[in-house]
C-alpha cells in the first residue's frame, strides 16, 4: 500500500523556518457587519443565471458531459481567454494533464515549472511521466521569474508552464521569447486570472495552450470544472480526443491515443456558463475590493501589498500582502489573532522543493525568492460577498493588532 512521504527530521529542521504554523482555528467576530458569524477567505456568489440553467439540465433530462450547456459554455469562455477554441474539463489540474499531454509530453521530456505555486501545477507534469524543472520567483508578483528560465533549459526541455498567481500575469512577453526562440511549448496555467489582461491582451491565449480552474474558490467557478484553451486546432482536436477516453469518430471503441475520462457534466457547465456572463463584474469587485483593501491598509508599517505592472490588468483573485518586521507581529501570530477575531485567512503556497512529495528529488536545491514568499506572505477574504463595510471592519482589526504588538524586533511569536 501507498505510505506518505514523511521527512527526516535533520531535513525537517533545515526547513521548518519556512514552513507556515498549522491552520489556526476560525472563532466568531466579536463584532462588525458579521458579529457572530465569520469571514471565510473565499466565498462562492451563485446570484445569475445558475439556478435557471440548473433547472433547464434537469427539466430536459440533461446531466451528463453531452447536455449543451458544455457547448455553450465553451463557446462563452473562449473569447474571454482571447482564444478561439475551449475544451471543457473535470477541473484544473486535469486541463493541465490534458493540455502536456496533447502536446505529446512524456518520459524523458522536461517541463519548466515555478518553484513557488499551487502543487497542482508540479503534479501534472509528473502525471505525463515528464520532469518538472523548477524556477524560482520574482519578488514583485511571485510569479516565475523569466532571468532565470534560460539557465534551467536542457536539450530534454520541451515546455514552460507560467502561472500567472494570485491573478496578475506573468512576463509573458519574456516567456514567450525565450519559447520561441528554444522552439518549447508554452502554457499558461491560468488557474487564477480567469479575465486578466497583459498589453490589451487575455491570459489564456497567450501562449500555445491556457488551462484553467472552476473550483468554488476561483474567480468563475462550476462547483469543480477546468477549461484549456487555445487557438491551435490541431490540438483542440486532440485535446477533444484525449477528454473522452479517445473514442475514435468513426468506430466508436477504437483507440488510438491512451485517453482520460476529463469530462465535464451538463450541470457543472450550466453553473461555469452563469457565472462567465458576469466574469466583467466579477473582476471589477475583486479590482474595486483591492483598492478599499489599499487605501485602508497603506498607512500600517510592515505591509507590502500588491502591485500591478504598467500593461497589466490583475484580477486580484486573492488579495495577497506580506507581512514585514516592522508590522509588529509575526506573520503566524497576525493569523491567529485574526482567526480569533473569526477572519480567516492564508499563508501563500509551500514552494515545491519542499513538498514531502517532491523533497528527495529537489534534494539540496533551494529557491530564496518562493522561501521568502512562503514565510511572509498572506491573503485576506477576496470574494464579492465583500462590500466596503466589510474591508473597513477587518482592516480596522488588523490596524488594531498592529497597535497592540510588541515593537518591531520585540516580535517573536
Ligand atoms: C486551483 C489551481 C489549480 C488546480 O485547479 P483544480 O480545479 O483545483 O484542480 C492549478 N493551478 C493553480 C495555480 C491553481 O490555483
Not at 516565475?144 to 506573468?170: K, L, S
Not at 482589526?397 to 498592529?402: G, N, Q, S, T
Request: a neutral charge.
Amino acid at each position: 500500500m501507498l505510505t506518505p512521504a514523511t521527512l527526516a527530521p535533520e531535513d525537517w529542521n533545515a526547513i521548518r523556518a519556512i514552513v507556515p504554523d498549522p491552520e489556526p482555528a476560525l472563532g466568531r467576530c466579536p463584532a462588525g457587519p458579521r458579529r457572530g458569524g465569520a469571514y471565510p477567505v473565499a466565498e462562492t456568489r451563485l446570484v445569475g443565471n445558475e439556478r435557471r440553467y440548473l433547472a433547464e439540465c434537469v427539466d430536459t433530462n440533461w446531466i451528463s458531459s453531452r447536455g449543451p450547456f458544455v457547448t455553450r459554455f465553451e463557446r462563452a469562455f473562449a473569447p474571454e481567454a482571447g482564444c478561439e477554441y475551449a475544451v471543457a474539463c473535470a477541473n484544473g489540474t486535469v486541463a493541465l494533464h490534458l493540455a502536456l499531454a496533447a502536446l505529446g509530453l512524456g518520459p524523458g521530456d522536461e517541463v519548466i515549472v515555478p518553484a513557488f505555486t499551487m502543487i497542482a501545477t508540479a503534479n501534472a507534469v509528473r502525471y505525463t511521466g515528464a520532469e518538472p524543472v523548477l524556477v524560482d520567483a520574482e519578488p514583485v508578483h511571485g510569479n516565475i521569474d523569466p532571468d532565470r528560465v534560460e539557465a534551467a533549459i536542457t536539450p530534454r526541455t520541451r515546455a514552460i508552464v507560467a502561472v500567472h498567481i494570485y491573478g496578475h500575469p506573468a512576463a509573458m512577453r519574456r516567456l514567450r521569447a525565450i519559447a520561441d526562440a528554444r522552439g518549447l511549448a508554452l502554457v499558461e496555467d491560468a488557474a487564477e486570472a480567469h479575465g486578466a489582461e497583459l498589453d490589451g491582451a487575455r491570459v489564456g491565449g497567450l501562449g500555445r495552450a491556457g488551462t484553467f480552474s472552476f473550483y468554488a474558490n476561483k474567480i468563475v467557478t462550476s462547483g469543480e470544472g477546468g477549461m484549456v484553451t487555445t487557438s491551435d486546432a490541431a490540438l483542440e482536436r486532440v485535446l477533444r480526443r484525449l477528454r473522452d477516453h479517445a473514442f475514435h469518430p468513426e468506430r466508436h471503441f477504437w483507440h488510438e491515443y491512451l485517453g482520460f475520462n476529463y469530462r465535464m457534466t451538463n450541470l457543472q457547465a450550466a453553473v461555469g456558463l452563469a457565472q462567465t456572463e458576469r466574469l466583467g463584474e466579477i473582476v471589477e469587485h475583486r479590482r474595486r475590493l483591492r483598492a478599499l483593501y489599499d487605501e485602508r491598509l497603506r498607512a500600517i508599517p510592515g505591509l507590502e501589498l500588491p502591485g500591478e505592472d504598467e500593461g497589466a490588468r490583475s484580477v486580484f483573485w486573492m488579495y495577497a500582502i506580506r507581512i514585514g518586521a516592522d508590522f509588529g507581529a509575526s506573520r503566524d501570530g497576525l493569523r491567529r489573532r485574526l482567526a480569533a477575531r473569526g477572519i480567516e485567512t492564508r499563508t501563500f503556497f509551500v514552494p515545491i522543493h519542499i513538498q514531502p512529495v517532491y523533497f528527495d528529488r529537489f534534494r539540496g536545491r533551494r529557491f530564496p525568492v518562493a522561501e521568502s514568499l512562503c514565510r511572509h506572505g498572506l491573503y485576506l477574504p477576496t470574494s464579492e460577498a465583500l462590500e466596503e463595510r466589510d474591508v473597513d471592519w477587518i482592516c480596522g482589526e488588523i490596524a488594531d493588532i498592529h497597535r497592540r504588538a510588541a515593537p518591531a524586533g520585540a516580535a517573536a511569536s
